[in-house]
């Protein structure tokens, strides 16, 4: 079964910790993206990586990092400097290009107390 | 910069009723236009997409939108709702302009469809 896979589906960790959230897709995209969902505010883009070892900050990134070491795999990091960390975070792939469709994991939700 | 509005943050519906989501967007560019559904704590699914060509675009589990250029209008429709369309929708839309990034989505704040036995 081809799909994105994001782990774990709930994470919880202290104020002032970093915290990586696993993303892995096994559809062969070249694109994949970081998405953050808040109640009422629909999505929105952190990061995206349109091809290994390169990504670009999407509209905020402030207080994320990522990496594209691997076609197939997307991690996203969430450092002490992002203010207001707990959401829900959505990875997404494409094979590219604007009038493809994008394709969802099932998302991890993050608490930070 | 793009932007899509879902004027409609919940809509409440009878099963069985017809129900349409409404999406508007602002764009200088040519725009590609998709309706997602999300299901409680699940991921985004794809309901359907405009890229070109017909106005009138179907998609799956019975919902069917049209694109209106003129109104910059991309609302969803479904003429008989049932209870597990319940779920939240998001219209969004990608271009040569899309948000801070040139490759993600700009998505609306989401339309809850509650549907009422």
């Known amino acids: 079964d081809g799909g994105i896979t994001q782990s774990p589906k709930y994470l919880f960790r202290k104020e002032g910790q970093n915290v990586t959230l696993s993303c892995e897709q096994n559809?062969?995209?070249?694109?994949m993206y970081w998405y953050r969902q808040d109640p009422g505010q629909g999505l929105r883009l952190i990061y995206y990586?349109?091809?290994?070892?390169?990504?670009q900050k999407g509209d905020i990134a402030e207080g994320y990092s990522v990496s594209r070491e691997k076609k197939e795999s997307f991690p996203l990091t969430v450092t002490s400097a992002q203010k207001n960390p707990t959401a829900f975070y959505l990875c997404?792939?494409?094979?590219?290009?604007?009038?493809?469709?994008?394709?969802f994991g099932p998302g991890t939700r993050l608490t930070v107390t | 910069a793009q932007s899509v509005t879902q004027l409609d943050s919940q809509v409440p519906v009878f099963e069985e009723a017809p129900v349409e989501l409404r999406c508007n967007y602002s764009s200088s560019v040519s725009v590609y236009l998709f309706w997602y559904v999300q299901y409680p704590n699940q991921g985004l699914q794809l309901l359907l997409k405009?890229?070109?060509?017909?106005?009138l675009v179907k998609g799956i589990n019975g919902f069917e939108a049209e694109f209106n250029k003129s109104q910059t209008s991309f609302h969803l429709r479904k003429p008989s709702v049932h209870i597990s369309d319940t779920a939240e929708y998001f219209c969004a839309v990608s271009g040569a302009v899309s948000g801070g990034g040139a490759d993600g989505l700009t998505f609306g704040k989401g339309t809850h469809l509650i549907i009422q036995p």
């Open positions: 405009y890229l070109s060509g017909s106005t």
């Open positions: 997404a792939s494409s094979i590219g290009g604007r009038h493809y469709e994008q394709y």
């Open positions: 559809l062969n995209h070249d694109a």
């Open positions: 990586s349109q091809i290994v070892n390169d990504f």
